[in-house]
């Protein structure tokens, strides 16, 4: 059984960095493709970010890029999310999804096979 545990969220100011952690186990996460997304109360899931398997190609949604980083670590069956510059539209709950195919939406939920609890992140202004 594929099981995703979300760390690292929590209530920072406006300004503040963060760094989720997402760990993987009971399958095989070099061989997946990962992704961020989050769900702010009274809005749709959106995707933060996504990785390859390979950690060759990123993709990030349009309010995130230029800052939040996703990377992936084999050898921890982890991947993260650091989040700098928060603002206070961050805030929302961050789920962890994993994907076995070929990842060809990335921004697409049902792309994904496998999915964490979540992590609430709130920044405070």
């Known amino acids: 059984q594929v099981r995703l545990v979300e760390s690292g969220g929590g209530l920072v100011q406006a300004g503040d960095s963060l760094r989720l952690s997402c760990t993987v186990s009971?399958?095989?996460?070099?061989?997946?493709?990962m992704g961020w997304f989050r769900q702010a109360p009274g809005k749709e899931r959106e995707l933060v970010a996504a990785?390859?398997?390979?950690?060759?190609?990123?993709v990030y949604g349009r309010s995130v890029s230029g800052r939040f980083t996703i990377s992936k670590d084999d050898a921890e069956n982890t991947v993260y999310l650091q989040m700098n510059s928060l603002k206070p539209e961050d805030t929302a709950v961050y789920y962890c999804a994993a994907d076995e195919g070929l990842l060809s939406d990335p921004y697409g939920e049902d792309e994904y096979d496998y999915w964490g609890q979540g992590t609430q992140v709130t920044v405070s202004s």
């Open positions: 990785i390859t398997w390979t950690g060759g190609a990123t």
């Open positions: 009971g399958g095989s996460f070099d061989t997946y493709n």
